[in-house]
């Protein structure tokens, strides 16, 4: 992303406190670097593939996703953020939830696996060379945020589909 409108529109927790709230949103689509932006494009369509996400729906849970994200992250000492890597979680674990939902156990694998990979690079186990390449460091809490809002949004979507 040109690095002049990344600088306006990615996550940051000084400007989102003197009212610029579209950054809360717009942090998940800046990228520090091209490597950034094509690893989370390659995890986008990965996810949207083996899933076989419909695009209008795609957009919703984006959007819903990206959204907590970008408030749950100020409850953290994260001071500026980029990437999708957050989303792509939330979408990962919304979509397995789904499948859990609609009888396939084999999905419990899935999140299984989910929560131990959160575990682990929460917990400090996980040495992450990704931050090398993406030039920033991995910001784990917002794959635990994504995470935990993309099952929020799994579950409100499963109750407002039941009434």
Do not use: C
């Not at 990965?46 to 100020?74: M, N």
């Not at 500026?80 to 674990?93: E, R």
Request: net charge positive; glycine share 8%.
């Amino acid at each position: 992303m040109i690095p002049a409108v990344s600088t306006a529109l990615r996550w940051e927790h000084d400007l989102i406190a003197t009212h610029q709230w579209w950054r809360l949103i717009t942090g998940n689509f800046t990228h520090t670097n091209a490597y950034h932006l094509l690893m989370n494009l390659a995890g986008l369509w990965i996810i949207s593939y083996l899933f076989h996400a419909r695009w209008k729906k795609l957009s919703i849970y984006i959007a819903l996703i990206s959204t907590f994200i970008g408030i749950g992250l100020l409850f953290t000492q994260t001071q500026i953020y980029y990437g999708l890597s957050g989303v792509l979680h939330g979408l990962f674990a919304l979509y397995a939830y789904q499948e859990v939902t609609r009888g396939k156990r084999s999905s419990w694998f899935l999140l299984a696996g989910l929560g131990l990979k959160l575990l682990a690079e929460n917990s400090g186990l996980v040495t992450l060379s990704t931050a090398e390449l993406i030039n920033a460091r991995v910001s784990t809490e917002s794959h635990l945020i994504g995470s935990l809002s993309g099952l929020a949004v799994a579950l409100l979507a499963r109750k407002l589909l039941k009434q």
